[in-house]
């Protein structure tokens, strides 16, 4: 009989602790309630299209090859000279002998010249892109600061409408299917970033 009630005691007491840990944990549920999480999308490229730090980057660098081929088509006549010269000459001569150096030397020169202003130029251009790319992600994490945002995706311009052959491909590497126009904080980004560059200008 004794045994008969201390079992009885003790399902009693399981089953007091079970019902003691559902309502716990029915209060927690209904006090924190389900965790949500706010998702925005941005088009980085069609920021970079329109910061205007990128368009004076992209101008600048339109120049800089202006110059670039002026001073290539400098170094081409340059050598062009040299070769009419080195045609004027008698082969077998100290002076043909000479002028075949120096045109090997203006070819050297110009070729040397070209791999390193086009290496210069482009890391340049990559750092300077680098450092953009951090203003703007620090522009989108403002704007998801502000609005409570956990996530900003990339999105991506509009699907061709012309019949392109690469229509397929663009398919296959959009990362958003849909999303409401209003969770689209493009434009808030451009603006901020412009109105930063215009007060430092």
């Known amino acids: 009989m004794k045994i008969k009630l201390a079992v009885l005691s003790g399902v009693t007491a399981v089953v007091a602790l079970t019902l003691w840990l559902s309502h716990a944990s029915a209060q927690i549920a209904t006090s924190t309630g389900p965790t949500t999480f706010r998702i925005a999308v941005c088009n980085v490229t069609e920021v970079f299209g329109q910061y205007s730090k990128a368009k004076e980057l992209a101008a600048g660098r339109g120049e800089q090859q202006r110059k670039l081929r002026i001073e290539s088509d400098k170094r081409t006549k340059a050598i062009d000279d040299a070769e009419t010269m080195l045609g004027s000459l008698k082969p077998g001569r100290e002076a043909y002998s000479k002028q075949i150096i120096e045109v ?98």
Do not use: C, F
């Open 104 to 201: 090997a030397r203006l070819r050297a020169d110009q070729q040397t010249w070209v791999q390193i202003e086009n290496l210069r130029s482009q890391q340049e251009y990559a750092r300077k892109t680098a450092e953009m790319y951090a203003e703007i992600t620090k522009a989108i994490s403002d704007v998801a600061d502000e609005d409570g945002l956990a996530v900003v995706i990339q999105s991506q311009a509009a699907l061709p409408t012309d019949g392109s052959a690469d229509l397929t491909q663009a398919i296959g590497l959009r990362q958003v299917l849909y999303h409401r126009p209003d969770t689209d904080i493009t434009s808030r980004v451009i603006a901020i970033l412009n109105n930063k560059y215009r007060v430092g200008h």
